[in-house]
Every structure is written in C-alpha cells, then in structure tokens.
C-alpha cells in the first residue's frame, strides 16, 4: 500500500500538471498578466489537498519575448510562470515549486513533511 | 477572395473556438468563478479584432450542479458560461454570443454591420 | 530531502494531471475515440519516467451519452476514460489508474515498488 | 441577419481556434507526432458543418527544435502545425489554412463560395 507520504507527493504532481496542461497557451500580455495568475492560483487551489497556490506570470519574460514581435500579446507557456503550491494530505505537508532549467519547466518536490 | 464582413465573422469565430477550448476543463467553484471570469475576458481580448468580450459564470447553475456532489468544484463546461464578444474588422463590426441549446454551448452571430 | 519513492509518486501524478487537463473537452465521438487513445498514450508517453500508458475511451459510455442528444458527438471527460500508467524513477516502480467513484475521475496509486 | 456565407465563416473560425486551443501544449516527438495528427483530425471534424480536416506535423521543425535539446519532446505550438480545413454551411463552402507568418500561426480564409 502506497504511504501516505507517497500519496501526498502524487497529489502534489496532480496539480502541478492540472495547472500547466489547463494553462499553457492562453493568450497573455503584461496587462492582463494579473487576472489570469489570480485565475490560476483560484482555480487550482480548489483541488483536494490543495493548501496554497502562488503564480507569478513574469513580466519581465513577457515584455523581452514581445519586444521584437509584432503582436503585443503572446502564449503562456513555463518560461513566464513561477509556480509555488503547497499540498496537505492526512498530515503530511508537501511543497513544490516550478523553476525553468535547460529551457524546460521543471517541477520539483521542494519539501516533504510527516 | 473573402470579404471584410466574411473575414469579420471568421475572426470572431476563432475567439470563441479559442475561448471555450482553453477554459474548458478548468476547476470553478461559486467562490472562484469571478478571478475566471476576469481572466478570461483579459486573455481573449488580447486576440486581434477583439475589441470587448464580457464573460459571466452562472452561479446559480454551478451551485445546482454542485448541490448533490461530494466534491466543492466542478469542472467548467458551457452549461456554467454566458459569453458575449465584439469583434471589429477593417470597418465591420459583428455582435457575437454563446448560450445553451438543447444541452449544447451554441455559439452566435447576433449582427454584421458593415 | 525527498526520496526517490517520493519523487516517482510525485512524477506520476504530474502525467495524470497533465493527460486529463490537455484533453478534457476533446471533441468526441465513438468513431474517433480510437484516434483519440492512440494520441493521449503516445503523447503522455514522451514526458520523462513514463514508462507505459493504456488508454480506453468507453464506448458504451459515449453511447450512453449520446442516445437522447441532438449532435453525435461530446467532450471528452473523466466518465469516458479509463487510463493505467507506470511510471519509473531512480529504481522506483509506480503504477497509477484513474476510474470514476462518487462522479468524479479519481487518480489512484495502485502499488510503489522501491 | 447574418447571411449563409457569414455564418459559414464564423463556423470556419470556430473550428480553428478550438483546433489550436484545444492542443497546443501538448508533449509531441518526431514518433508521436503522426498519431497527434490523426486525432486532432478526427476529434476536430465531429464539429458541425467540418467537411474536412487535414494537419500535418511538421517533423522537419520538430527535429530542428529538438536538435540543441536536453529532451527528446517539445509542447505542440503553431510552428510546428500546418492545417487545411473545408467548411460547408447552407450550401456556402469555405476553405482555410493555417500558417506561421512573422512568427504567428495565421488563421486565413482561402475562398468562399457561395
């Protein structure tokens, strides 16, 4: 039988893919960049276990990737998010965070707590 | 060769293909159902042509979807969903919604004025 | 530090969030249900530790679901999909399934094997 | 009241931007890229008025994204999508296309015939 040490790390990647695959590809620009993370951070943290969601949709990444575009909006996609979120699942405390490496979105178990 | 009212409303078509199948699936409850609103409104404007959508998450059909559930969310579906868009294209203006019929979110042209 | 049992329970449910949230809302019909699996299975099967995914779309259920509506066709969601998936983390064996309980699509670890 | 040929248009649109957002994001390879194809085809012709559908994968762009990275996938995004879809409405048929331009995955009306 899975632990539930295990099981509070599968929900935790539940969420984490949720977000990331409802997300990606939404139409995004610095202006509306605030709705949609609230939108995110709102909509995920309705999931089970589910404690806290913090995203940063990073402005600074938007405004390099449109600077020599034509649109003045572009797809969200992991370069532009920071993600935290903490998982609660019959008392044991997960954290969790995206950070992009090598050009991909990586998350990672941050902590696990019993 | 397309004209500018045919190239209006296929431009506003793309909104709501774009709008419903980016938000679809995603996780809504009564208390999350504004931040989504708001998100999508400011995600779908950012498409060209688009110059107002106004996107409203029926409460009253989330709280009875949810009345005999033992979850607090559900997912979005066009059942939860009142969406109007306006689009405006090289001088034409088209009028759009999406409303449920016989079970199905159907999408609109309500007026073209060249 | 998390261990790799943790990790791999955690890399599991990142695949099942990320299969459910792509294609939740997939328009669907018996005839292209197959088309359908086939995607979902080889797509998911590109992120990394997944070792194998099985997916069946339940035709008797779209059947179902089908008979009285006006269109032949619906959106993928949880209640069509049957899906098992094993995962592979530094030496750890984890097998998932998601099967519906209560309404909803829940996503289980079925065994972890260090 | 819309006419025949603007309603077939807005039917053209609708399909496009369900097509697109409806799969972008998803993991794609140069050997899972023919099986996406296939099911965005199929799922996206079950919508009303769609007479035809045909996606093409570009492996050529797949292969080149790939080429300086540490995976062996990528998320499906316009640059990699060429799509050609026939739409017939009251006797109003209309062809489209999709393809990059400046960057953007472009959306066109072909012809309309009336």
Redesign the interface.
Known sequence: M??D???A??????????????F??????P??AD??A???????????YCEAVRVTIRRDELEAALED?????T?L?GRFLDVEMDIEYEGTAVQ?KMEME???PL?K?V??EE
Do not use: W
Not at 24 to 29: I, Q, R
Not at 42 to 48: D, F, K, M, T, V
Not at 69 to 73: E, L, P, R, V
């Open positions: 899975p632990t040490a295990q099981n790390c599968f929900e935790a990647g539940i969420k984490f893919g949720s977000l990331y695959h409802q990606a590809g939404t139409p995004v620009s202006e509306s709705s949609l609230r939108a995110i951070e709102e909509s995920i943290a309705n999931q089970p575009a034509t649109a003045d909006y797809e996609t969790t090598d050009g991909y998350m178990l902590s696990v």
